[in-house]
């Protein structure tokens, strides 16, 4: 959480796109609720690596990211 306190999002990308050994479900939930929009797209797409589609189509709309949106829900293949 080092990269989170110094709002230093691209480390925290690197990363995350790097490595595995940290808890995805409590970094995701921690940075969807960060005011910085960079932290936001992180958890987007650690939910999405996760396939939590859900969530990841939540945060997108909530961020008017509707391509993103668009794109989770395409990867969840759910008809609905």
Known sequence: ???VE????GALRT????F???DSADLSATLEKMEMFEFRKI???LYRKNKRYFHA???????????EAMDAAADSRDPE
Do not use: C, P, Q, R
């Open 43 to 45: 958890a987007l797409a």
């Open 1 to 3: 959480l080092l990269y």
């Open 20 to 22: 595995n050994n940290f």
């Open 6 to 9: 110094e709002e230093n999002f």
């Open 57 to 67: 189509i939540e945060v997108a709309k909530a961020n008017k990211l509707y391509g």
């Open 15 to 18: 990363s995350v796109d790097t």
